[in-house]
């Protein structure tokens, strides 16, 4: 097993204006028992690594965030199912879904990622969340108004932008750039000509994940948004990236609940 006494627990925090009683956390690639190519804290079942290690990663990431229960783990399917958590709710497996939404307090709610984006939607009073996992399909699809539709219209909305791959990394085929074009024209501004290493690729464009949530936050109601700042792919010391790493790629986790 790894030494995870070598690299302790790290986690990402948002820097944003709503109540500290809502807690929200990004797991990073460090802390864990997984070896390689998956350490060492990989956070996903799914992938082809030792069960038992996912699982004592698992424990030992809630334990450093002090979790007051297990979280909601999700079987995501790149959709725009956003659930409505409320304190009944009990799920022997992982819900289908690509986030979830919950106004009561100590229910844990995740979403796994490596690259796609991650996405922390709160009021400013911090009682009411939604995690959201926002790959280009979801996005594009719609999955953040999805999350946005739980809202009361009267909440004062802020947005966290967790890890996710860059605009200097992600390249697109035009297929991309229509279904984001097809939602709103404002999303052209996201889209740069040219693939990775070659500005005149023909078919290849350069695409900005973090400017394609921002507008959609945005699109019919004001949220304030936050973060945006890393790029999973670039930077494998912190991050588990799918396309730099294929199915090699662990995976990061982002929770949050109200205390």
């Known amino acids: 097993?790894?030494?995870?006494?070598?690299?302790?627990?790290?986690?990402?925090?948002?820097?944003?204006?709503?109540?500290?009683?809502?807690?929200?956390?990004?797991s990073t690639r460090l802390g864990g028992f997984s070896v390689a190519p998956y350490h060492s804290m990989n956070l996903g079942l799914h992938v082809d690594d030792d069960a038992s290690a996912v699982q004592k990663n698992r424990a030992r990431l809630l334990e450093a965030i002090?979790?007051?229960?297990?979280p909601l783990w999700l079987d995501q399917v790149h959709g725009i199912d956003v659930q409505?958590?409320?304190?009944?709710?009990?799920?022997?497996?992982?819900?289908?879904a690509d986030g979830a939404f919950t106004r009561e307090c100590k229910r844990v709610l995740t979403v796994l990622t490596a690259d796609c984006l991650p996405v922390v939607i709160a009021n400013e009073q911090g009682s009411s969340v939604a995690v959201v996992h926002a790959g280009w399909r979801g996005l594009a699809a719609g999955v953040l108004q999805s999350a946005l539709a739980h809202f009361s219209e009267n909440d004062q909305l802020?947005?966290?932008?967790?890890?996710?791959?860059?605009?200097?990394?992600?390249?697109?085929?035009?297929?991309?750039?229509?279904?984001?074009?097809?939602?709103?024209?404002?999303?052209?501004?996201?889209?740069?000509?040219?693939?990775?290493?070659?500005?005149?690729?023909s078919g290849k464009f350069m695409?900005?994940?973090?400017?394609?949530?921002?507008?959609?936050?945005?699109l019919h109601r004001p949220v304030v948004v936050s973060g945006g700042d890393y790029c999973t792919y670039t930077d494998s010391d912190l991050f588990h990236s799918y396309?730099?790493?294929?199915?090699?790629?662990?995976?990061?986790?982002?929770?949050?609940?109200?205390?």
């Not at 790290?10 to 709503?18: E, N």
């Not at 396309?243 to 205390?259: E, H, K, N, Q, V």
Request: hydrophobic fraction near 45%; proline fraction near 6%.
């Open 1 to 26: 097993m790894a030494d995870h006494n070598a690299n302790p627990v790290q986690c990402i925090t948002p820097d944003w204006k709503v109540d500290p009683a809502l807690k929200v956390f990004t």
């Open 66 to 70: 002090g979790s007051p229960e297990e």
């Open 84 to 96: 409505f958590i409320d304190r009944l709710q009990l799920f022997d497996t992982p819900l289908t």
């Open 158 to 201: 802020h947005a966290w932008l967790g890890p996710a791959i860059g605009a200097d990394a992600f390249e697109v085929g035009v297929d991309v750039v229509d279904a984001f074009l097809t939602r709103t024209r404002e999303n052209a501004v996201a889209f740069k000509p040219g693939g990775l290493g070659d500005s005149s690729a």
């Open 207 to 218: 695409a900005d994940l973090y400017t394609l949530a921002r507008i959609d936050l945005n």
């Open 243 to 259: 396309r730099r790493d294929g199915t090699d790629s662990g995976r990061m986790a982002t929770l949050a609940w109200i205390a």
